[in-house]
């Protein structure tokens, strides 16, 4: 873990380089966008991490080429959450993790703007710079703040489906946010900010740091059907476990 969190601080200087600059901008879908920065963090990361761990497989966004599931990963997202960082709004990430037989091991999500370090090892708990975190202990879905993000896909394809549950959340919850960061949406419900985080059509890497880190701060994460979540499955639900059923109902219904 030592070694994963230097590699992390040194990729973190060269997005806090980045974060003011203007950045040279290429579209991978519409909205889906990918800059410098990115590349050069994951190109970075995977040359210090590939002999630190020469067992696993390295998959990382910007040069992953399918849905890949090897026994023993490393998933990595440069910058989860380029839209923000490409408009200088401070909720972005490295976020990296370990996968081992379909199970979480190790996670790291490390947001260089704010100096936040978020980091878990399977039956060692998860911690924000060195401080445990835990999951909330609100228990109604009426009382608990709740995070989502929304698929590059939805300006092409509209997407009902995710309004109309954006809806019912709306009128059952204290509110939504959207910041932008999956990975951090689960690192802030990790450590009791938000109660719940539901998004759906994310990719590995998105999800693969913060999975550890919620279950290790004592929280919940399923599919849809609140069955074992997938690393490649197509929904990801983390939550503090209370209102996990809940959730899962007025997200179905
Ligand atoms: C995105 C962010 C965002 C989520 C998107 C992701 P990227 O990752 O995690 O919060 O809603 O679906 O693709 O593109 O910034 O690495
Ligand atoms: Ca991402
Ligand atoms: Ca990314």
Redesign the pocket.
């Known amino acids: 873990m030592e070694a994963l969190i230097k590699a992390a601080l040194e990729a973190g200087e060269i997005i806090k380089d980045g974060f003011k600059k203007n950045k040279e901008v290429k579209y991978k879908g519409s909205i ?1 966008l990918v800059t410098e920065y990115d590349v050069a963090v994951e190109n970075f990361l995977k040359k210090k991490l590939a002999p630190l761990f020469p067992s696993h497989t390295i998959i990382g ?1 910007e040069s992953a080429t399918g849905k890949e599931e090897p026994e023993k990963a490393i998933y990595i ?1 440069p ?5 923000n960082f490409v408009h200088a709004f401070p909720f972005t990430a490295i976020s990296i993790g370990f996968y081992e037989n379909g199970e979480a091991v190790r996670g790291l999500v490390y947001n260089p703007v704010l100096d936040e370090m978020f980091c878990a090892e399977k039956g060692a708990g998860a911690f924000l710079n060195n401080e445990r975190i835990k999951v909330s202990e609100t228990s109604e879905t009426k009382k608990s703040l709740i995070a989502t ?4 896909s939805i300006v092409e394809r509209k997407c009902p489906d995710v309004l109309s549950m954006l809806g019912r959340v709306l009128s059952g919850t204290r509110g939504i946010r959207r910041a ?4 951090l ?1 689960l690192c802030y419900t990790a450590k009791g900010t938000f109660d719940c985080y539901y ?1 759906f059509n ?1 990719k590995p890497w ?1 999800v693969a740091g913060g999975i550890c880190i919620v279950q290790e701060a004592g929280g919940k994460v399923t599919a849809l059907n609140g069955g074992k979540h997938r690393i490649t499955g197509d929904f990801i639900m983390a939550s503090n476990g209370l209102i996990h059923e809940d959730m899962l109902e007025m997200i179905k219904c």
């Open positions: 889906d966004e997202d910058i989860d959450g380029t839209t993000g929304f698929p590059y932008g960061s999956a990975a949406d998004e994310l998105d």
